[in-house]
């Protein structure tokens, strides 16, 4: 005979009493996700027995406060609410202490199946089955297969058309909240460590071609800095400039010729970045560029724009969680994005870039484009090197610079020695010291090439990109800031005889102009022949007259005596 159990008041007045965690969420994603008769079954397989044999009566007696059932011996029922079932589930998984003996009550496949969606998310039921040697589901005609028994705590999600579902439609998952809830009380059974790709057969990274590349990345730097990037209205990169981009880089390509997304997020990338100086070593902005946009301070939803999701973004924390494990790599190996996709997971690294994570093609529609998308904008900055495309890379010896797996840059990395100019003192020519793309580029705004290093000061080139005389002066400025040492005295004169002739006609104030009808011939008669009207113009030419606007009202007057109203 079953003892009677307790008042259920009497429970919940003793100090001891130790309420299960109340969880909303979890109780509304059990609802939503969960039908009664799945409840009722995992009720009666799973969860009853363990309620009624290993947990207390205070325990139990909390999960039914506040439902009006006062009885313990209720859980003892066939058939119960669907309200307490979900009170009792959220309950157990909720309360770290109580859910652990029950983890470890499953059958063991199923506990291994659970672990593995609980720490990597939904799984091909064909690759479970597969791997744990099992059967998951059973066909269902007509609306195609149902879980088998033991299966009912999981979601079985289908992907792909729902009418026409094949085995390999089918997916095994949970509720995120679930898991998120379960990882409290199950750790991965798999604690592993981020592993290197097998690249035994591949060739190391070539420095000279490194090299090039970092120059490449200079020049960038340099023009972009300089304010020479240009955009059009629809926030496109102009022709010009991209043409101008490629022919900067064109020694050390950073992303193939008419690769115009790569350049359009990388340079807005470098644009975005108020830290930058242009005689700044390259892995100084490097740093600061990684630096900024894992304090989210750049923001990339507008350099990927390919990778707005329709719900809230979360990428500045994002990248920073993926530059941690960028920072893990060891140089010199290659890793795969699947491996650092699932080495997130087991380590509970979240690295979604996004608020909903519960989508079952949001780890191939969200997650892994972005990741891609960065490693791919990484690429272009000389920290990355990929196969196929980014899915796998490694850390150049750049990135391992930046990302503080090495000390020092080899010789070959570092920049070039900055060129001199020397201006002649007796005529308007400028020789370079060297071959350097973006310093040629930059003396072309002010000069004509007249051979392979050298210049000839031109009026034309140094007007072209101005329209005002503050902006000549800021480019005259900039020149002698590019100079080492004085500038000859014939220089000088001669942007002071180009400064000279700044507003070259002056505006009268005060006139006003206006047109004569050429058919009325007694108007134009009047006007040349009137000594009063002949006074009050100032010119007249191809039937048009200049007036005072004081002058104005006496016009009014005296055309009004002559038959004419102003």
């Known amino acids: 005979m079953t003892p009677a159990s307790p008042p259920l008041f009497e429970l919940l007045q003793q100090k001891v009493v130790t309420l299960p965690l109340g969880n909303r969420e979890l109780e509304s994603s059990i609802r939503d996700n969960y039908s009664l008769p799945i409840l009722r079954e995992l009720y009666s397989i799973s969860l009853q027995n363990y309620l009624l044999e290993h947990t207390t009566q205070e325990f139990q007696a909390g999960i039914l406060s506040g439902l009006g059932i006062e009885d313990l011996r ?50 091909k039921v064909t690759a479970l089955e597969e791997l744990f040697d099992l059967r998951i589901v059973r066909p269902s005609p007509p609306t195609g297969f149902i879980s088998l028994p033991g299966f009912y705590l999981f979601t079985l999600q289908v992907k792909g058309n729902p009418l026409g579902v094949s085995r390999d439609d089918l997916y095994l998952g949970l509720p995120d909240s679930l898991s998120q809830q379960l990882r409290q009380s199950f750790p991965p059974a798999e604690q592993i460590e981020l592993q290197p ?62 690769e115009k997304i790569g350049w359009q997020c990388m340079l807005s990338l470098i644009q975005s970045c108020q830290e930058l100086e242009r005689k700044q070593a390259v892995e100084q902005n490097l740093q600061i560029i990684c630096r900024q946009l894992g304090e989210a301070v750049i923001p990339l939803s507008t350099l990927l724009p390919g990778l707005q999701p329709p719900c809230s973004v979360d990428y500045g924390n994002a990248v920073k969680r993926l530059f941690e494990i960028l920072a893990l790599f060891s140089p010199g190996q290659w890793y795969n994005v699947d491996a650092i996709i ?10 979604a870039p996004v608020g909903l994570v519960d989508s079952l093609n949001y780890e191939s529609v969200v997650l892994r484009p972005f990741i891609e998308a960065v490693f791919f904008l990484l690429s272009g900055l000389v920290l990355l090197e990929g196969r196929n495309g980014v899915e796998t890379v490694r850390l150049t010896t750049m990135g391992a610079f930046v990302f503080g797996k090495i000390d020092t840059l080899p010789q070959a990395l570092r920049q070039q020695g900055q060129l001199t100019v020397h201006l002649d003192p007796d005529r ?44 000549l002066q800021d480019k005259i400025q900039g020149f002698y800031e590019e100079i080492s040492g004085e500038v000859p005295a014939n220089w000088r004169e001669f942007f002071e005889q180009v400064q000279a002739k700044v507003h070259p006609l002056e505006r009268q104030e005060g006139l006003e102009i206006y047109q004569l009808k050429e058919t009325d011939r007694e108007l134009i008669r009047l006007f040349t022949s009137d000594s009063d009207l002949a006074g009050l113009i100032q010119r007249v030419e191809n039937y048009q007259v200049a007036i005072y606007r004081k002058d104005l009202p006496k016009l009014k007057k005296k055309l009004k005596q002559l038959g004419y109203l102003f």
Do not use: M
């Not at 200079?218 to 490629?246: C, H, M, P, Y």
């Not at 699932?342 to 690295?351: C, E, N, T, V």
């Not at 400028?430 to 705004?445: A, I």
């Open 342 to 351: 699932r080495y997130s997971k087991r380590q509970g690294i979240s690295l």
């Open 74 to 123: 209720y859980f003892e029922k066939s058939t119960i609410k669907r309200d307490v079932i979900i009170r009792v589930f959220a309950a157990i998984l909720s309360t770290p202490k109580v859910c652990r003996p029950w983890l470890q009550g499953l059958p063991v496949k199923i506990g291994n199946i659970l672990e593995k969606i609980v720490w990597e998310g939904v799984q």
């Open 197 to 258: 790709e097998p690249s035994e057969s591949l060739p190391p990274e070539d420095l000279e071609e490194a090299g090039k590349k970092v120059q490449s990345l200079a020049n960038i730097f340099d023009d972009v800095i300089q304010g020479n990037i240009k955009w059009g209205k629809n926030g496109q990169l102009l022709k010009r400039s991209l043409t101008r981009i490629e022919e900067l880089t064109r020694s050390g390509l950073l992303f193939p010729i008419g």
């Open 428 to 471: 308007l020519i400028l020789t370079l010291s060297g071959e350097d793309q973006v310093k040629q580029l930059y003396l072309e705004r002010f000069t004509r090439k007249l051979g392979r290093n050298h210049f000839k000061a031109d009026i034309s080139r140094l007007l072209d990109d101005v329209s005002s005389a503050g902006a």
